[in-house]
């Protein structure tokens, strides 16, 4: 209780005496006692005659009233360490969140619109690719506070996902492979296991990079990726040529430990210090070691491999990943059209209602494959 011009005013009061600080007291629509500072003597009156009124009114009030503002820095934080603990892309994800924290850590988390981030990614010059990686990152940054109850929305869901260009994919030709692999036994013959693996297995970088000796079986002709990119368990069946890689590197290190070693024993964190001289030497160009993984999805599909089981073999969350290495078979593809004239018999003499000769188009479509 207490007074104004002489007049008492139920539920207005000063929790500290002389603070100058006034809350308000009362019960709203559904019976519940609520208090909630304010300010100044006059703002509480005010306020305290509003929410008589909602009362009566049968208004429903929000569960927390007044909450303090969470910043995006500090949700940022909390979806660091989820990455750290769930994700093998906990380093790219570090990298990524130090520049939206630049940009948006002080603000409040539910200020920040889809405007303001497109906004943020039009002054950088980003692939499409690399635009989608900061919304995904984004995306799990209000994800995480909405399951924390921080948050009730995610804007990163309105912001508009690009269109990446999946036509440039690089698969490793028979003729480069056999240059390649003659380079590697030259130059670097201790690292071909490793080559040979990645081939068979079509592993990522940093799955077949982690690997221990405990995840790998080779009797059951099983390996065990404990951690994938999407942070699933998966397996990998093994073949003849990447079972001999394997024994072979076994041999090396007592199978104890890291598969991928270094001579000195320390473990190899990727294939840079070999690969990319040998890649250079051999002559090949636009070709890195994740198009080793290309390589084995493609001639699974040139195999006739149904796109499911690539899918699996591969470890791809969603089949639309699979669908895109489809396209790399096109001399596959364009051998598969032809047997329509093989079966046919449609010999140059049959007649036809055909008059054109399509033999040069063919001839010339050849002669572009093998160039690319």
Known sequence: MTTTRGKKVRGVF????????????????????????????????????????????????????????????????????????HKSSYQHDKYRMAGLVDAFGNRAADSITPQDFERWTADHEW????????RALLSLVYRLGIGNGKLSQNPARLIRHRRENNARLRWLLPDEEAK????????????????????????????????????????????????????????????????RA?????????????????RNGQPLVGPRCWFDGAVIDAGLFNFTWHCIRHTFASRLVMNGVDLRTVQELMGHKTISMTCRYAHLAA?????????????????????????????????????????N
């Open 331 to 371: 001399s596959h593809k364009l051998a598969a059209v032809e047997r329509l004239v093989e079966q046919t018999g449609a010999a140059q003499d049959a007649p036809s209602d055909t008059r054109s000769d399509t033999s040069a188009i063919l001839s010339q479509a050849t002669e572009q494959l093998a160039v």
């Open 180 to 243: 390649l692999r003659a380079t590697i036994e030259a130059q670097c013959p201790d690292h071909l296991p490793e080559f040979e693996i990645a081939l068979h297995t079509g592993m990522r970088r940093s799955e077949q990079y982690r690997l221990a000796w405990d995840c790998v079986d080779l009797d059951r002709k099983m390996l065990t990726v404990p951690q994938t990119k999407n942070g699933d368990v998966r397996q990998i069946e093994l073949n003849s040529a990447a079972l």
């Open 127 to 134: 692939t499409p690719a690399t635009a989608n990686r900061y």
């Open 246 to 262: 394997f024994s072979v590197l076994r041999e090396r290190c007592l199978g104890s430990g890291r598969v991928f070693l270094h």
């Open 14 to 85: 000063e929790k500290l005496s002389g603070s100058g600080l006034w809350w308000i007291c009362y019960f709203d629509a559904t019976g519940r006692k609520r208090r909630e500072k304010v300010g100044r003597k006059s703002d509480a009156i005010d306020l305290y005659q509003k929410r008589k009124t909602e009362a009566l009114q049968g208004k429903k009030l929000p569960e927390k009233l007044r909450a303090k503002a969470v910043s995006f820095g500090a949700l940022a934080k909390d979806a660091l360490e989820y990455s750290k603990t």
